[in-house]
């Protein structure tokens, strides 16, 4: 029949009615948001998969280290461990609730746990004497100066901090990654889009030539203009991937979780033998700080006799387990890396079946043959002569440009992660109003941080969007903007004149 009620196809002879040109449009339209949805399932699975190995991996290194102490402390110590067992499971607990992102201060953690420790050995190796709170007090302020574990407690908090750090970005980089393809995959195609898509897939079966394929580069441009500002995530996405695989890595070299977070009992055993087997030289640097205690009339223990001597205990090293999951992730990090870009081309070859490039029989949005335009560049800003897609360029989608600005913020806290600087997470929704951390964190998570050993450096704080689930080389030489700034320049830009997208 003529064509003349067509909306979208050419207006010759045709097989469609204007019922079923829209039935056509409707299926292409869902059968395309399907396939950008179904792509990037894919992406979020090997994302959700590489957070899954690690984080058990992780996990399983910490539960052993808790493990062995549990298991060799009563032996070794008695009392010294039974009566303090509190202190050392509170410190895995601490130590697990930083690695899911709470709000703590790592290294004020660390110093709590040596400093409780040593006010409740101190008594108990010194049950002679009557020590008072106040006494505690002084004495702690001492510790500094008289090294009563030695050089552990710096070395820990060194050591610890860095790979637990680097271990928490490192798993939430890959958390952050999989959100940002789940919401751009969600993002509607336009009324524009739309009518392209349909042109591409289904205005031949209209015109009788269901079986000719589309011309490749008509594809290409047909879909370079659907998902321009999915493109435009391919920067910061790179960027995201990088910083990723420059953590892992820290993780498995200068920062090796295996070796630092696997023997953390180890080190507490080499604290405490330090303190006994120095015990009497520090009482009494300590008397001649804080004075002589009044003599308990109680009585005395022997229990601190029993218990001398070097302690050996051993862990039992993963390394090769790291080594393979940190060269699995980099081998799927770098396949990722150009997914954005790579999409329309795979779209056109997969699921679409466009012709090859040399054929000039295909599908050309108006009859069979060649397709002679240019295929367009890939973002925004180049699909301003798209030939198949009315884009306006000086609109870009908003939901994507906040994708691209959490993209920015995990890098950038990969970053600090990759030298060693701590970033405070701090929720947020999706418009990105949130808690906070610092002064605002739970009582019950600032109200155990001790004034008595404050940290020396504090925490970036940066927002990060909501996770449901679980609780570099490149990035670190980027000059990154705090996320403060970011998201001012975000909010700036959906107030900008159009001119400014220019």
Known sequence: ILGEHLRICPQGYTCCTSEMEENFANKSRSEFEAMMKEAGRSVQATLTAQHRSFDSYFQDLLNKSEKALYDAFPSLYGELYTQNAKVFKDLYSELRRYYRSSNINLEEALNEFWTRLLERLFKQLNPQYHITDEYLDCMVKHAEQHKPFGEVPRELKLKATRAFIAARSYAQGFLVGSDVVRKVSQVSLSQECTRAIMKLTYCPHCRGMASVRPCNNYCLNVVKGCLANQADLSTEWKYLMDSLMGVAD??????????????????????????????????????????????????????????????TLEAKSSAQALEMLVLDAKGNLTALKTYWITLPSNLC????????????????????????????GDGLANQINNPEVE????????TIRQQIMQLKIMTNRLGNANIGNDVDFQDTSDDMSGSGSGDSCPD?????????????????????PKQSGHGVNGASSRSLPSASLLLLLLSVAAIAPQHWWR
């Open 250 to 311: 820290r993780i498995d070299g200068p920062y090796n979780v295996d070796t630092v977070i696997g023997t953390i009992h180890m080190r507490i055993a080499e604290a405490i033998s330090n303190l006994q087997e120095n015990k009497d030289s520090i009482t009494s640097k300590v008397f001649q700080g804080c004075g002589n205690p009044k003599i308990n009339t109680k009585g005395s223990s022997s229990e601190d006799k029993k218990r001398r001597g070097k302690v």
């Open 349 to 376: 070859s997969k699921k679409v079946m466009a012709s090859s490039v040399s054929d000039d029989k295909c599908w050309n949005g108006m009859t069979k043959g060649s397709y002679l335009p240019e295929v367009m």
């Open 444 to 464: 019950d998570v600032c109200g155990k941080r001790l004034s008595k050993s404050p940290s020396t450096r504090q925490p970036e704080t940066h927002a990060i």
């Open 391 to 398: 884009v306006d360029i000086t609109k870009p989608d908003m």
